[in-house]
């Protein structure tokens, strides 16, 4: 039996991995759930899988939550704070860590779980992007094992030879092409994102997901991300990687080597098929994934993405080229922009300038201690939200 803990169980990546884990019961153990502070929705997880600890961040929150397992979950033992989330990472009895919490908040227990040397399978890209070189390097000190659940990651992680971390040029890969759905305004002009909705920002047309990530693939700031993620898992850089649109999400990503072959890892846009690969891995187990009906698909289209649209893939390109502090602050700031845009205080067209000035306005540096990445990301949203209380907030 593997011990599971699953931090940001009740998100839905959370739940996704629930779903699977909920199918192999002779073979996972849920041992820890984690959550912000959706009280009801984790303490509904708890009497079902009976774990032997939960954690709410939010301090209120874990009492609540408290008072319900009480009686109805007695042996589930209540933590709360990121103490408490770095605390049953690590517990012995643990043997994968899913890190699906969203944005920042990941960083601290996503550490704690590289620095216990488990098996982590990382949905949390804002944890890689913010500290790609220190995070690697608590991988590589401990041994801790590190399996991509972003649907394009585990793609490319499929495709790649085992040995990838010789480095590409060694195993024969010349380029990683990530593919990108260009999410629900693929084909809109910028005239009329102008206007758009949260709510239409998040109706994407393949993937159903939580908002912040649904308004990244709306921006195509989430490919950046990605972009920047993909060269830290697989010791590469921007210029061996490059994206391609393609609408159906079906081809999740493709490698391709020195000799002309192009490998690529298709199926169902669900993110069940990544979470059991990596759960399961090098085994394979069965995801509830319906089979992929290549006949009903019927095609498949490529497309080079519109930068001119889509300033935000830019701006990603242009962090990871000048490398160090410089994704830190374009995740900031993209998390800070985000926040305001879905609470209706600026609109969707407002995110990328916002981040554009913030990285003008903080110069890049080198980040040599976890201490410096978290200081760098305060400043950064201290900056983004000066940015956009001066020009960018909507007048109401
Ligand atoms: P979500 O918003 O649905 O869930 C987020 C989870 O994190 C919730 O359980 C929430 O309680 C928890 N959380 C939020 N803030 C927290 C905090 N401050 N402290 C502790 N816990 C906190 O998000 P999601 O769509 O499941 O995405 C999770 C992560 O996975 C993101 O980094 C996202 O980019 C990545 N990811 C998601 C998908 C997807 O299909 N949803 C695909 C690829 C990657
Ligand atoms: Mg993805």
Redesign the pocket.
Same mark, same amino acid.
């Given at each position: 039996m593997k011990g599971i803990c699953i $931090?940001?169980?009740? &998100?839905?990546? &959370?739940v996704s991995t629930l779903d699977v884990v909920a199918r192999h019961t002779d073979r996972y153990r849920v041992v820890a759930l984690?959550? =912000? @502070?959706?009280v009801e929705r984790l303490a509904a997880q708890c009497q079902q899988y009976r774990p032997d600890y939960a954690v709410m961040?939010d301090a209120d929150a874990a009492e609540r939550l408290a008072t319900i397992l009480h009686d109805t979950a007695p042996e589930t033992r209540v933590l709360s704070g990121v103490a408490g $989330?770095c605390e049953v990472v690590a517990l012995e009895n643990v043997d994968a860590v899913m890190a699906?919490?969203? &944005?920042a908040? &990941?960083l601290a227990p996503t550490i704690a779980a590289a620095r216990a040397g488990k098996r982590i399978l990382l949905? =949390?890209?804002?944890a890689l992007v913010m500290s790609g070189n220190l995070f690697m390097a608590e991988v590589r000190a401990t041994g801790a094992e590190l399996l991509p659940? *972003?649907?394009e990651h585990n793609a490319i992680f499929q495709c790649m030879p085992t040995d990838f971390a010789r480095g590409l040029a060694a195993v024969g890969v010349t380029r990683i092409l990530l593919t990108a759905s260009g999410g629900p305004f693929r084909d809109m002009s910028l005239e009329r994102m102008q206007g758009v909705t949260p709510d239409e920002a998040c109706a994407h047309p393949n993937?159903?997901?939580? @908002?912040?990530?649904s308004v *990244?693939s709306a921006t195509m700031m =989430?490919k950046g991300l990605e972009v920047i993620e993909a060269a830290w898992l697989f010791n590469t850089d921007h210029e061996h990687i490059e994206v391609v649109l393609h609408p159906q999400s079906i081809i999740h990503s493709l490698v391709r080597y020195v000799d002309g072959s192009v490998l690529a890892q298709m199926g169902n846009p669900d993110?069940r098929t990544p979470i059991a690969h990596a759960l399961a891995w090098p085994e394979r187990i069965d995801a509830g994934v319906a089979p992929l009906d290549l006949i009903a698909v019927s095609r498949l289209d490529f497309q080079k993405p519109d930068l001119a649209r889509f300033p935000c893939l830019r701006l990603a390109f242009e962090a990871a080229k000048v490398g160090g502090s410089a994704s830190t602050v374009l995740n900031a700031a993209n998390e800070v922009a985000v926040e305001y845009f879905l609470s209706g205080k600026i609109a969707f067209t407002s995110i990328a300038p916002v981040i554009e000035q913030v990285l003008s306005n903080i110069p890049a540096t080198e980040l040599v201690t976890l201490e410096k990445v978290m200081e760098t990301d305060m400043i950064a949203r201290e900056e983004a939200r000066q940015v956009i209380e001066m020009h960018h907030r909507k007048v109401v």
């Open positions: $931090l940001g169980a009740t &998100g839905s990546i &959370g984690t959550a =912000n @502070r959706q961040a $989330l699906a919490i969203v &944005g908040a &990941g949905a =949390n890209k804002e659940i *972003d649907s993937w159903s997901m939580g @908002r912040k990530i *990244d =989430n993110m």
